[in-house]
């Protein structure tokens, strides 16, 4: 059974920073593309980063420069470092072997003074 359990999500003042994780089982993520995704109250659920088999990334515009999508084969997790976070990166972060209907349960970040 494939399973996905993110972790690491928080209340947070503007400006800090946060790390997620995302723990796989029954699937190995060194031979997939892992995604991070987020939901926003009232807003549909919107890429945020890339990490390929091989290492590669990709992010969409708001998190280029300020997050940082990692992964450690042997441990099965997928992580997002998130810096300089603002309030309109508050959402339900999902991580997702890509392409498949494998989703976590999503974790809840909130950034607000």
């Known amino acids: 059974q494939v399973r996905l359990v993110e972790f690491g999500g928080g209340r947070v003042q503007p400006g800090t920073s946060l790390t997620l994780s995302c723990v796989a089982s029954g699937r190995h993520i060194m031979f997939s593309d892992m995604d991070w995704y987020r939901e926003a109250p009232g807003k549909g659920r919107e890429f945020v980063a890339r990490i390929y088999a091989g290492g590669d990334t990709d992010y969409t515009e708001f998190a280029r420069g300020r997050f940082t999508i990692s992964k450690d084969d042997a441990k099965e997790t997928v992580y997002l470092q998130m810096n300089n976070l603002k309030s309109e990166d508050t959402a339900v972060y999902y991580c997702?072997?890509?392409?498949?209907?494998?989703w976590g349960q999503g974790t809840q970040v909130t950034v607000s003074s």
């Open positions: 997702t072997f890509r392409g498949t209907a494998y």
